[in-house]
């Protein structure tokens, strides 16, 4: 059981917009920034957001990330067919002095 | 660029210590900020931090396994090991490292393809 929450699921049609979001505590989201990994299933994460709402190069501006607070959200727009994938949120927890990751979220493509 | 590989057994039986490689290229261990981590996702399930080792030889581990976890590097190969021992079937995941850094960009960035480990009984 991760100490950082995320929904087991979400799901949405083609061209929608949706948001996945990341809900931890003081040590870790509150105080850090929060990180995100996609994983295509089969395939290893690779990083999505990084610093809350940065996206490396590569990384098309339909995906966004926010952070207030201890929680964190991912909203990806335009949905398509391949962003199915798993979505994992991350941050450097103080109580450990190592990072955490959240349980992840499947994002269905209906 | 930068690429990550790690290497090792694919079954181990219960009790047995594991050993794993991570062979990279594309950056030093001896630069300031950086480390190589190594991350954990048993079948179905979600992805679980194990440990870290930095250019400084600071290591870091999960709380939850420290003292089953060694981590050690070898600067003049591009390695980094993972010794995990006293291996339990609950333990069978597919092993990830990935390059970690202090930028944003490199917060385990990129990964390893990763190597399933199965631990029998």
């Known amino acids: 059981q991760s100490v950082v929450t995320q929904p087991p699921s979400v799901s949405g049609t083609p061209g929608q917009r949706v948001t996945i979001s990341c809900s931890g505590n003081?040590?870790?989201?509150?105080?850090?920034?929060v990180h995100w990994f996609q994983q295509v299933p089969g395939t290893a994460p690779t990083l999505l957001i990084y610093?809350?709402?940065q996206r490396p190069s590569g990384v098309p501006d339909r995906f966004s990330g926010s952070k207030s607070g201890t929680s964190a959200s991912l909203a990806i727009s335009g949905l398509r067919p391949e962003d199915a994938s798993d979505y994992y949120c991350?941050?450097?927890?103080?109580?450990?002095?190592?990072?955490?990751f959240g349980g992840g979220t499947k994002l269905t493509v209906l | 660029q930068i690429t990550l590989k790690e290497s090792g057994p694919t079954l181990v039986k219960r009790t047995q210590t594991l050993t794993l490689t991570c062979s990279f290229s594309?950056?030093?261990?001896?630069?300031?900020?950086?480390?190589v981590g190594w991350i954990r996702q048993p079948p179905g399930k979600a992805l679980e931090w194990l440990a870290l080792?930095?250019?400084?030889?600071?290591?870091r581990y999960s709380p939850s396994l420290r003292g089953r976890l060694s981590v050690t590097k070898d600067t003049s190969k591009n390695q980094v090991v993972l010794t995990m021992t006293n291996m339990d079937p609950v333990d069978t995941a597919t092993y990830y490292c990935?390059?970690?850094?202090?930028?944003?960009?490199?917060?385990?960035?990129?990964w390893g393809q990763g190597t399933l480990v199965t631990v029998s009984s």
């Open positions: 990935a390059r970690f850094g202090r930028a944003g960009y490199d917060w385990f960035a990129p």
């Open positions: 080792i930095y250019w400084d030889d600071d290591k």
């Open positions: 594309g950056f030093s261990l001896t630069t300031n900020g950086v480390a």
């Open positions: 991350a941050a450097w927890d103080d109580s450990v002095s190592g990072p955490v």
């Open positions: 003081s040590l870790n989201i509150g105080r850090n920034s």
């Open positions: 610093r809350n709402d």
